[in-house]
C-alpha cells in the first residue's frame, strides 16, 4: 500500500513532466512560426525588378549560312580588350613571397 510520500513523490514526477512537456511544445511553435516567418521574407519584394530597354544590336539576326552559298554578312564579335589599369595589377603576385624557412628543397628526379 503506497505512503503519503510516494503519492507527494508521484505527484511532483508528474508535474515535472508535465512543465517539460508544455515547454516542448512552446519551444516547436516558436521554431515553426520562425520558419514561416522567414520562408515568407524570402518571398517578399519590395519594387519590381528593373527591365533594361532592348537595343538595336539584339533584333540584328546574323545571315543564316547555306551551304556553298555566301557568307553571313553580319561582322563577328570583337574580342574583349582589358582596361590599361588592370593589365599593370595582373602582373604584380597577389601574395608576398614566403620566408626562406618555409620554402623546400628542390625534389630529386630519381
Avoid: H, N, W
Avoid at 608576398?96 to 628526379?109: G, L, M, Q, R, T
Wanted: aromatic share 0%.
Amino acid at each position: 500500500m503506497p505512503g503519503p510520500d510516494d503519492k507527494r513523490r508521484l505527484k511532483l514526477d508528474l508535474t515535472i513532466a508535465g512543465s517539460l512537456f508544455a515547454a516542448g511544445v512552446v519551444v516547436s511553435v516558436m521554431s515553426l512560426a520562425q520558419i514561416r516567418a522567414e520562408s515568407r521574407m524570402e518571398l517578399a519584394q519590395g519594387t519590381q525588378p528593373l527591365q533594361g530597354t532592348p537595343s538595336d544590336e539584339q533584333s540584328k539576326v546574323p545571315a543564316e549560312a547555306k551551304p556553298g552559298g555566301d557568307r553571313p554578312t553580319t561582322p563577328a564579335p570583337e574580342p574583349a580588350r582589358p582596361d590599361p589599369q588592370t593589365q599593370g595589377a595582373a602582373t604584380k603576385p597577389a601574395l608576398p613571397p614566403a620566408p626562406a624557412e618555409k620554402i623546400a628543397p628542390p625534389i630529386e628526379k630519381k
